[in-house]
């Protein structure tokens, strides 16, 4: 019995199990089915209007529908009760008048009469347009039932009715379905007590009502064909309606696009005074603006650049007469006066610090008018970043800021342009020392499949909310009420944010006050990849918890 009980345990499991991979099965099929209709309803304007006019039309036409349908019914069914109450009345007075001159159920010529009474009463019965007539005398077992063409109508006559009929001496009906012969169908019967002068007898009136059914089919029928014309028709207006609508839109859409893509010169046909009409002439008014204001700033930007690299390659030959004076002046300093061979040295750094500032510009300049070129190759990354941090090793001595460097044991290949990656990490390293404040600045190299990182971070006073938005701005400072002769041109991160760009990387910032900062370089292994993921995580682990390491943040720095 156990083993029984168990086999049975696991068949009901595996067919529970079966059901609902079947439903799992069903439910993503109709998942996939359903998934074009969707996208098409989040994109379709069109589509949403002529859909929910549809549904609501189809909803109140369904409901008006139904409401004339039941009502035509009510009023068929009502109209029958009306004819066969009447009706019934009359043949049962009738029916008494026949059979009042009898005193005994027992003489032979009263079950003559009452048969004769049930076909008189019936006229031909239903197929002469007449009715069902029976005429039983349940008080007096010995008289038959007497009704037209001997049909047994019995069933019809239900033991509630005869009960109310009967004993409750009243005038009742109800409506039954039975097979007399002809197939299933709907009868109204009513029943009538006749005195007579042997008692009481009761007469049924049975009415079929096929022709009342046929009607109200006919009466459904008819409201439904029309009502779902009248739901295409709305949905042809819905959709036309909506298309005079809609179109003007998806026109201003595409010309917006067009717009957007530098096509300046795209306008919108204007047509009649109305409101679409007065919006195609504002969106054209707006595009002339903008077109005005574009040319006018790209102007501007143009001249611009030509001015920055004019002055940059100008100032390249004086600066270069006044390097060669300030070289033999700063060479013979030990012969002069010491206020004087302090201004040497002076005049020597700021030439420097002028020098650097020419050479930004200048590479600045060549980003803008789109004439920087990646030389990539097959670099291995660990020396470029160990000789960033050999080469920054005397003024991180000099700034009390230790670098910690790690690095991988093995070789980091990546196809790069070693001049551009040694030059953002020399920005990147240089502004974490000199950011610092005494406390060490750690340099990480990592790789994965598909991209290198190098992050570099420091504990210095970090960054404000929002601030690491701003870092790769030209000439933003962090401090604006630091001294000018602290710092650096003030273009470094913003070519360095360049170069990563032109790698196809990613160059970001995060920051917080107290906490320090960390800058972020992503790179991919193969030139021409999209990069999806970094190796190293852009918030460090000591700090506020951030996006995990093989995830891209949420905010990314853009200049």
């Known amino acids: ?5 168990t086999s049975v345990s696991a068949l009901s499991a595996r067919a529970l199990a079966a059901a609902r991979r079947r439903w799992h099965a069903v439910a993503r099929r109709a998942a996939v089915l359903a998934a074009p209709m969707r996208g098409t309803w989040r994109r379709s304007l069109h589509f949403r209007v002529v859909a929910i006019t549809l549904v609501a039309s189809s909803l109140l036409v369904g409901a008006f529908a139904y409401l004339v349908a039941t009502q035509s019914t009510n009023i068929l069914l009502q109209r029958t009760e009306e004819n066969a109450r009447a009706q019934v009345k009359v043949d049962a007075e009738y029916a008494a008048e026949q059979l009042g001159i009898y005193n005994q ?29 029976a005429i039983t005398a349940s008080q007096v077992p010995s008289l038959k039932t007497a009704t037209v063409q001997a049909a047994n109508v019995s069933p019809l006559i239900s033991p509630e009715l005869q009960a109310k009929v009967v004993d409750g001496h009243e005038v009742a009906w109800q409506i039954r379905t039975h097979d007399l012969g002809a197939g299933p169908t709907k009868y109204l019967v009513y029943g009538s007590p006749v005195p007579t002068g042997f008692g009481q007898v009761e007469l049924y009136y049975i009415v079929p009502l096929t022709t ?15 009502g779902f014309a009248l739901v295409i028709l709305l949905g042809v207006l819905a959709a036309l309606v909506t298309r005079l609508v809609v179109n003007p839109v998806r026109v201003a859409a595409r010309t917006a696009q067009r717009l957007s893509a530098g096509l300046l010169d795209q306008r919108m046909a204007v047509n009649g005074e109305d409101d679409l009409a007065l919006l195609a002439a504002s ?18 930007s143009r001249l611009q ?6 002055v ?65 190759e097959p670099t291995d990354l660990v020396p470029v970043v160990r000789r960033v941090v ?50 060490p600045v750690a340099v990480t190299l990592g790789v994965d499949d598909s991209a290198v990182a190098v992050t570099v971070r420091d504990r210095g006073v970090g960054l404000r909310p929002g601030e690491e938005k701003l870092v790769f701005n030209r000439f933003w400072r962090a401090d604006p009420s630091r001294a000018r002769q602290t710092g650096g041109t003030g273009l470094g991160l913003s070519i360095s944010l360049e170069d990563a760009r032109l790698h196809g990387g990613w160059l970001e910032a995060w920051g917080a006050l107290g906490q320090g900062a960390q800058f972020r370089l992503t790179l991919p292994v193969r030139a021409g990849d999209r990069l999806t993921s970094s190796p190293l995580r852009l918030v460090p682990a000591d700090a506020v918890p951030g996006p995990a390491p093989d995830q891209r943040p949420t905010v990314e720095v853009t200049a």
Do not use: C, K, W, Y
Request: without cysteine; negative net charge.
């Open 312 to 376: 940059s390659h100008e100032l390249r030959t004086p600066l270069t007469t006044v390097r060669m004076a300030a070289d033999l002046i700063f060479a013979e300093r030990d012969e002069f006066d010491p206020a004087v061979a302090r201004s040497a040295e002076l005049l020597q750094a700021e030439l420097d610090r002028f020098e650097s500032l020419l050479t930004d510009l200048l590479e600045i300049s060549r980003f803008d008018a789109g004439f920087a070129m990646l030389d990539a």
């Open 105 to 133: 159920p027992f003489s032979a010529a009263v079950q003559t009469t009452l048969n004769r009474t049930a076909s008189s009463l019936s006229r031909g019965g239903p197929g002469q347009g007449g009715a069902i007539v």
């Open 1 to 5: 019995m156990e083993t029984t009980a």
């Open 283 to 300: 969106f054209n008014q707006m595009a002339t603006n903008l077109q005005r204001q574009i040319v006018r700033l790209e102007e501007m």
């Open 390 to 439: 050999d080469r920054l090793d005397g003024v991180s001595s000099r700034a009390g800021v230790p670098i910690e460097l790690s690095v991988p044991d093995t070789p980091v290949i990546a196809e790069v342009d070693p001049r551009r990656v040694e030059r953002i990490l020399r920005n990147l390293v240089g502004n974490a020392v000199e950011h610092g404040e005494g406390r």
């Open 305 to 310: 650049r030509r001015f920055t690299s004019d």
């Open 212 to 226: 009342e059914d046929q009607t109200a089919v006919q009466i459904r029928a008819m409201v439904l064909l029309t």
